[in-house]
């Protein structure tokens, strides 16, 4: 928090995020002699960026912002941190002092303990197959969704629609067509029919070998990667030994009949970062791997002096294919992944919900979306410089927009973003716990999708730039983003359009409007007029 504290104090909060988005972009000068080819398989010509990949995910964001701060905290302490010569150079270019030779040192011992690890994995992947080679394997056509957890999956109790992940896609058009099933990893889910297709659950993301012919082609493959590998770490060239833990993976898909991988395989947005070393090998097994946004709230806010960079690690993406909500967000990918990019737009993409049904009052209803603020420590962890999720932006955005409604007699239904527990600033769970607005004000569980919220509401506002204010604009429903001290900038492409209200007044002037074109009964304002409304000219 200290080396946080001195760079605000110096006005060079961007500093952290200057430095991984140079090393997101920084080349690492490695070229096709330079990797093992046993471990980089139908990657090898795209090994740079592989490794590039995997090392922002392994060694930069919170870990490398976390050592920068204490650096920056102890300027008589060199920084020692494991990382390759170009990313020191990046770092000794930001005025930040290092010590060469530990962290050399470091870097090795990082490889070898990774290459260590995939040389256990890839023995218990064998045994694994060995244990099974013989078990007869179905085959059928399915797709497979990674990273999801219960929330993500269709729900069935409760009595409402489910607006999650799986059911999203089933009813996508654009979606494999002669698949028999949609499999993900959550452990302990019953399968279920959705639309004629089986929703079930394969804790392996990959498919087992198959036949112990199989069994034996892996054997060999990983005697010459382990070797070979651990040679070229000997000899100063680490990037190999470093990704022998995902080379395991890659050569199970080598090895896989083609009829038991996956249609497609499904990655969500928190995930982009690095693409597997394993999907470079399923377009040879007739197989896809794509990215799909659930959120449009990828962009840092525009600033007085115009576009900052992208945030570390997207100018860095190379997915075989982007699914998006509209034109904005794929403007963002094409501007940070090459205008080349492969991208769909789907439109509003659900992914996690609940089927609790929302009891409808009859009368007006505001749906409020707000993001909730982490505690300082957290903040500083991650290397944040957007000064507006702080609790005081928060806090003033829902009074305001609770204290409105409430005056022109408007239910709340306020849904926070999700339930952060004590990562949430304390000030923020303090004026939570203060508020006092009684039951017109209802807080909805984070869990109940935000698609249910928002049908059953007059009107939207949101706190830049979540993605609410884009579904409630794709089902009809007036929307806005609404900003109460000025930070945010009126035509930031980050918007995707939508309307960004600024001050109290500004969103009292909507509010009124809207509501009254929105809603059937006619609103009572309880305070003396206002002056004219900025947005139209005319009195409110």
């Not at 505690?375 to 305001?400: H, I, Q, W």
């Not at 990562?423 to 869990?447: C, M, N, T, W």
Request: aromatic residues 10%; positive net charge; contains cysteine.
């Amino acid at each position: 928090m200290r080396g946080h504290r001195l760079l605000k104090k110096n006005g060079n909060l961007d500093l952290i995020a200057s430095i991984q988005s140079e090393l997101t972009e920084r080349d690492l000068g490695i070229g096709t002699k330079d990797l093992v080819p046993s471990i980089f398989g139908g990657a090898i010509n795209f090994g740079e960026l592989v490794v590039r990949q995997y090392l922002l995910l392994s060694l930069g964001g919170r870990r490398l912002s976390c050592a920068l701060l204490s650096s920056l905290a102890h300027p008589e302490a060199k920084l020692v941190y494991p990382m390759p010569i170009q990313w020191r150079m990046v770092v000794e270019k930001h005025g930040l002092g290092l010590s060469h030779w530990r962290c050399e040192l470091l870097w090795r011992f990082y490889s070898l303990a990774l290459w260590g690890y995939g040389v256990v994995q890839a023995l218990r992947l064998l045994s694994h197959a060995s244990l099974r080679s013989n078990t007869p394997l179905p085959c059928e056509r399915y797709v497979y969704f990674i990273g999801l957890n219960s929330g993500n999956l269709p729900q069935r109790e409760g009595g409402g629609a489910s607006h999650d992940i799986v059911s999203w896609y089933l009813q996508w058009e654009g979606r494999e067509r002669q698949i028999t099933s949609v499999r993900h990893g959550v452990a302990g889910i019953d399968a279920i029919e959705l639309d004629g297709v089986t929703v079930c659950s394969q804790p392996s993301v990959l498919p087992r070998l198959a036949g112990m012919h199989y069994v034996i082609r892996y054997l060999l493959w990983g005697c010459v990667a382990a070797l070979s590998s651990i040679l070229s770490l000997l000899r100063g060239q680490c990037w190999s030994a470093l990704l022998m833990n995902q080379a395991g993976l890659r050569a199970l898909v080598a090895l896989a009949p083609a009829e038991l991988v996956a249609a497609e395989y499904l990655f969500h947005n928190s995930e982009w970062l690095y693409r597997p070393l394993w999907t470079y090998e399923l377009e040879s097994k007739g197989s896809g791997a794509s990215l799909y946004f659930y959120s449009t709230n990828c962009e840092r806010f525009k600033g007085a002096q115009g576009y900052p960079a992208p945030h570390y690690g997207y100018a860095a993406m190379n997915w075989p294919r982007y699914l998006v909500w509209d034109s904005y967000q794929a403007e963002f990918v094409r501007r940070v992944a090459g205008s080349s990019s492969p991208v769909v737009e789907v439109g509003p993409v659900w992914f996690s919900s609940n089927s609790q049904v929302l009891e409808e009052r009859g009368g007006r209803t505001l749906a409020l979306f707000d993001v909730t603020p982490f505690r300082c420590s957290k903040f500083c962890e991650l290397g944040m410089d957007n000064l507006f999720y702080t609790p005081e932006v928060a806090n003033a955005f829902v009074r305001d927009v609770i204290d409105l409604s409430l005056q022109i007699g408007v239910e709340v239904l306020w849904k926070r973003k999700r339930n952060l527990g004590r990562s949430a600033h304390p000030k923020y769970r303090q004026f939570v716990d203060l508020l006092e607005y009684g039951k017109d004000v209802r807080i909805v569980a984070p869990e109940i999708s935000a698609v249910r919220v928002i049908q059953v509401s007059c009107a939207v506002v949101s706190m830049p730039f979540t993605s609410t204010a884009l579904i409630a604009k794709s089902i009809g429903i007036p929307s806005v983003y609404y900003d109460p001290y000025g930070i945010v900038q009126r035509d930031d492409r980050a918007a995707h359009g939508i309307q960004i209200l600024i001050g109290r007044l500004e969103l009292e002037c909507w509010l009124k409007e809207t509501l009254l074109r929105s809603c059937s009964r006619s609103i009572i304002c309880h305070e003396t007029p206002s002056p004219a409304c900025p947005l139209s000219g005319e009195v409110a």
